[in-house]
């Protein structure tokens, strides 16, 4: 059992031009499940999902937020989860009915799309990637998806359990020259061959650097500093006020006639803002023109 709790490490096959990130999300992972009681099949894919974004967005230098979004007319319609810069996770998963366990098409419908947002911050432009999600596995579809989008070859490995999600992500490095690793490459058909052989318990139970002495045992590895992951979310009273702020003051009001306060609930984290009349009332004084009550000289 790993003693790295939230924990992600990243690391160097030393003699190759492969490196790679290997992650456990252990408190995290529950703080997710504390806030939603998913079906085993919806827990699952989340929890893939869930340790893929960390994994990616440690091969990224940002100070925004990396999403990874996945929509489709299955029975689990939608899946989201979001890594920051600052190393802060959280998800969610919408589902109807009965969720089967089976392949991608099944799950998520088959017009189902896998979407990648990088958003960089600061009013910067966001890139996107956008491809059909395909393959058996959400680790078939990320492979295919950093196919068609990487410069660099990218493979990905996925658990998830109830106590944790695990994954472990191998990516080929540019030469000296720049030059970017070949998926063709005697280097990177090695690493990933050897990296295949891991079962999902492997991924789950063992700690760094015993599964990558079990899978690259006949390599110099080089295990880096290990990083803190951890369930945050972004929701704020000040970002819900901000929000009514957008619907107007009319509806709002509306509202309050109808139901005697606003509630807001938080998707990720299941947070509640209320606010009554006084509170709601105060969001709009500042937009309301005021009276003009002259000036007095004396």
Same mark, same amino acid.
């Given at each position: 059992?790993?003693?790295?709790?939230?924990?992600?490490?990243?690391?160097?096959?030393?003699?190759?031009?492969?490196?790679?990130?290997?992650?456990?999300?252990?408190?995290?992972?529950?703080?997710?499940?504390?806030?939603?009681?998913?079906?085993?099949?919806?827990?699952?894919?989340?929890?893939?999902?869930?340790?893929?974004?960390?994994? =990616?967005? %440690? !091969? *990224?230098?940002? @100070?925004?937020?990396?999403?990874?979004?996945?929509?489709?007319?299955?029975?689990?319609? #939608? $899946?989201?989860?979001?890594?920051?810069?600052?190393?802060?996770?959280?998800?969610?998963?919408?589902?109807?009915?009965?969720?089967?366990?089976?392949?991608?098409?099944?799950?998520?419908?088959?017009?189902?799309?896998?979407?990648?947002?990088?958003?960089?911050?600061?009013?910067?432009?966001?890139?996107?990637?956008?491809?059909?999600?395909?393959?058996?596995?959400?680790?078939?579809?990320?492979?295919?998806?950093?196919?068609?989008?990487?410069?660099?070859?990218?493979?990905?490995?996925?658990?998830?359990?109830?106590?944790?999600?695990?994954?472990?992500?191998?990516?080929?490095?540019?030469?000296?020259?720049?030059?970017?690793?070949?998926?063709?490459?005697?280097?990177? =058909?090695? %690493? !990933? *061959?050897?990296? @295949?052989?891991?079962?999902?318990?492997?991924?789950?139970?063992?700690?760094?650097?015993? #599964? $990558?002495?079990?899978?690259?045992?006949?390599?110099?590895?080089?295990?880096?500093?290990?990083?803190?992951?951890?369930?945050?979310?972004?929701?704020?009273?000040?970002?819900?006020?901000?929000?009514?702020?957008?619907?107007?003051?009319?509806?709002?009001?509306?509202?309050?006639?109808?139901?005697?306060?606003?509630?807001?609930?938080?998707?990720?984290?299941?947070?509640?803002?209320?606010?009554?009349?006084?509170?709601?009332?105060?969001?709009?004084?500042?937009?309301?023109?005021?009276?003009?009550?002259?000036?007095?000289?004396?």
């Amino acid at each position: 059992m790993s003693d790295e709790r939230d924990t992600l490490h990243r690391f160097l096959l030393e003699r190759t031009a492969v490196r790679g990130e290997w992650v456990h999300l252990d408190d995290a992972w529950k703080a997710l499940l504390e806030r939603h009681d998913y079906p085993p099949v919806v827990r699952a894919r989340l929890g893939e999902a869930y340790a893929a974004v960390a994994l =990616i967005a %440690a !091969t *990224l230098k940002f @100070d925004g937020a990396l999403i990874l979004q996945i929509t489709g007319s299955g029975p689990l319609h #939608l $899946l989201v989860v979001q890594a920051t810069g600052s190393r802060a996770l959280r998800g969610l998963a919408r589902y109807r009915g009965e969720v089967p366990d089976g392949d991608l098409a099944e799950i998520f419908g088959d017009d189902a799309r896998l979407v990648i947002t990088l958003d960089p911050g600061a009013g910067r432009d966001r890139y996107q990637g956008v491809v059909e999600l395909g393959g058996g596995s959400l680790s078939a579809a990320l492979d295919r998806y950093f196919e068609r989008s990487e410069q660099l070859p990218t493979r990905v490995w996925l658990a998830a359990g109830t106590e944790r999600a695990a994954g472990l992500l191998l990516q080929g490095m540019p030469a000296a020259d720049g030059t970017p690793t070949r998926p063709d490459s005697e280097d990177w =058909i090695r %690493a !990933t *061959l050897l990296a @295949d052989t891991v079962a999902a318990e492997e991924l789950l139970q063992l700690p760094a650097q015993a #599964l $990558l002495l079990r899978l690259f045992h006949e390599e110099r590895v080089r295990l880096l500093e290990g990083h803190v992951m951890r369930f945050a979310c972004g929701c704020s009273r000040q970002k819900v006020e901000e929000m009514l702020r957008g619907l107007g003051a009319d509806e709002v009001r509306a509202t309050l006639a109808e139901e005697g306060r606003v509630e807001v609930t938080c998707e990720f984290c299941n947070a509640r803002y209320r606010l009554d009349a006084i509170d709601a009332e105060a969001l709009f004084a500042s937009a309301d023109p005021q009276p003009d009550v002259g000036s007095t000289r004396h």
